[in-house]
């Protein structure tokens, strides 16, 4: 599984260094390099979490973190910020932020922050599924692969929510057949190797490497 970061930092060699020490942990990372470009950003790849910067050109972080919050995401926001003072870090969380690091700081406090925050959002949301860079949010109906919006008809969707619910679980014919089309469906039971085909033709359009995987004999698996 792994979570998308999105960076709001105008100070280039900050967000680089960011960027390049979460990207050695494994995440994948965006970066936006003021307010305007940030707020954009959430809106369109809805990252699993974002580090903010407080003062930004365009939009403060605070700006970003209210207008966030009043539309209803709920997305994790750690707050960078050089203000130490208590109504400071106060007036932070009061605008919608679940953390804040104050600058300067060690790289290892962010890390154990970004890792707590990420923890807490998905025990805190089972609607959210992820699978390396695949996430299926079951409320909005939405696909992303990475940052890429995939449009999945009700039937793919529900095949794709079953495999994500059991991530490398080999899944027999039967059990997807129940599950997705129902106890007494009547149909030809090829109907399961056309819809695989539909789903990897989407998931795999920009040549990404294949998750749902054959078990020949068997059924299908969710694995890379």
Known sequence: MTSHILVIEDEAKLAQFIELELKYEGYQVSVAADGLAG??????SHPDLVILDWMLPGISGIEICKRLRTTGDKVPIILLTAKDEVSDRVA????????YVVKPFSVEELLARVR???RR????NPDILH???LSLNRSSREVHRGNRLIELTAKEFDLLEYLLAHPRQVLTRDQILERVWGYDFMGDSNIIEVYVRYL???LEANEEKRLVQ????????LRD
Do not use: P, W
């Not at 054959?214 to 698996?221: I, K, N």
């Open 39 to 44: 707020l954009s950003a959430v809106r369109e």
């Open 92 to 99: 932070g969380l009061d605008a919608g932020a679940d953390d």
């Open 116 to 118: 707590a925050q990420l």
């Open 121 to 124: 959002n998905q025990e805190e």
């Open 131 to 133: 699978f390396e860079d």
């Open 200 to 202: 990897r033709r989407k």
């Open 214 to 221: 054959t078990v020949r004999g068997v059924g299908y698996v």
